[in-house]
């Protein structure tokens, strides 16, 4: 008997790829069948398509591929022994699946179990472009009605900038720099906000900037202008961004005994003088994944204290994502640096 089947998006190699019929996943003990809703491309899904990023070299990832770790949808099934209440929730769900059974795991910190698997970004485990994806219950998290499909597949994103926030360490009034006017700097932003912390953004891209402002930002700035003007003004310094010269810059921009977030990859390394960080006594955090970050970016999307609706630029459909990857952007996308995909569409 031929089993059921389900449109998704893989990736064959470099810069090839395209919408295929695949076997409709099978839900095991403990995992959730999900009807996929929405999902988000990130800066990681143009590098897995084009073959940049660090995973191939490594050998944690390897073509072909099943992108889309930023997503939510709605529990259509569950595996043999698994809880059949979750059928008909909402939900989206962890990126980073950890083994579960390492002291890393043991202690809430999955996010950076050396046996885990990444949702549609290393081996073994597919997706989420795709009609249809698994997630285990572990990694699961439910979805209040409150919070509209849009923003619950920016609550991936969400959670990398409010942990990024959250490790700026700075009480209401701080002032905070975010480099980069990406979805993760303008997502630490509105947080920043919501905090009621004096935030200034720097960007390069004008629309970006502009949104910024459009989000409340009272402080934008293009990056050239801050290169030009570096100097210690800054409680805190996020690097949300991509570029190779930015932690330096971050360095230079934040006050003594300032902290210094860095969760940009440039895909070329960046190197500091440790001797700034020392002589000023400064902190310097990297941070990896949105995991412990997921529930709080929930309550703060369901409260409505952050409203991501604004960053997300247009909806497309699984088979423009590949023309989205190449860097196209839609003839008629908004300003936002995001872009949604309905695997339905
Ligand atoms: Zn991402
Ligand atoms: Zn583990």
Redesign the pocket.
Known sequence: MRGAIVRALVIEGPRCGGVQEVAAPIPREGQLLVDVERVGLCGTDVELYTGEMAYFEQGLTHFPLRLGHEWTGRVSGVGPGTDPSWVGQRVTGDTML?????????TNR?YV????NEIGISDGWPGALAEQMLVAVRFAHPIPDTVSVTAAAMVEPGGNSLRAVQAAHLSAGGRLLVLGSGTIGLLAAQIGLARGLDVHVAGTRQSSLELARDLGIDHVYQVADLLADRGPRFDAVIDASSAQTMPGLAIDMVSPAGRVVLIGLSSVPSFIDTRALVLADITAVGILSASPGLQGTIDLFASGAVNPEPLVSEVIGLGQVTSRLEGRRGENAGPGPKVHVDPRK
């Not at 950890?98 to 043991?106: A, E, F």
């Not at 179990?113 to 885990?116: E, G, L, S």
């Open positions: 950890g083994c579960g059974r390492c002291q890393l795991c043991l999955h179990c050396p046996d885990r």
